[in-house]
């Protein structure tokens, strides 16, 4: 990211059923298939959270969205180009559990928005 642009402190992962109570038993999570792929576990920013979601993972349910502290990870999160020029935040390691501020089913507003998960 540039000097210029001030990047966030949260991020957020979309994941399946399955890979959420994985993250919750095990207290981390090493990636979905595609991260496996590309050596790093995809992240969005809020503004580019209802994009990925339209683009990646149409037509499938039981989706959740896990809110990430970036400033927690042990690894560094890297912000390289991807999907239209965009910068996309990526850990190269492991999500552990104790870096997610907030999960939840993944739900839209009226708009057609994911909302965004909010700690209770």
Same mark, same amino acid.
């Given at each position: 990211?540039? /000097?210029? +642009? ?20 095990? !207290? !981390?999570? +090493? !990636?979905?298939? $595609? ?6 576990? *995809? ?12 683009? *990646? ?7 959740? %969205? ?7 990870? /042990?690894?560094? %999160? ?12 990526? $850990? ?5 559990? +104790?870096?997610?501020?907030?999960? !939840? ?16």
């Amino acid at each position: 990211m540039s /000097d210029a +642009a001030v990047a966030p402190s949260t991020a957020y992962k979309v994941l399946t059923s399955e890979q959420m109570a994985a993250l919750e038993a095990d !207290g !981390g999570f +090493a !990636g979905a298939p $595609i991260d496996l792929a590309d050596g790093y576990i *995809h992240l969005s920013t809020a503004a580019q959270l209802t994009e990925t979601v339209d683009k *990646h993972f149409a037509g499938q349910s039981g989706l959740h %969205v896990a809110a990430v502290d970036l400033d927690a990870l /042990d690894d560094p %999160v890297k912000w390289e180009e991807s999907r239209g020029g965009q910068l996309f935040p990526h $850990i190269y390691g492991p999500l552990p559990l +104790a870096a997610v501020l907030a999960y !939840g089913p993944l739900e839209r507003d009226h708009a057609g928005k994911v909302r965004l998960p909010v700690a209770g």
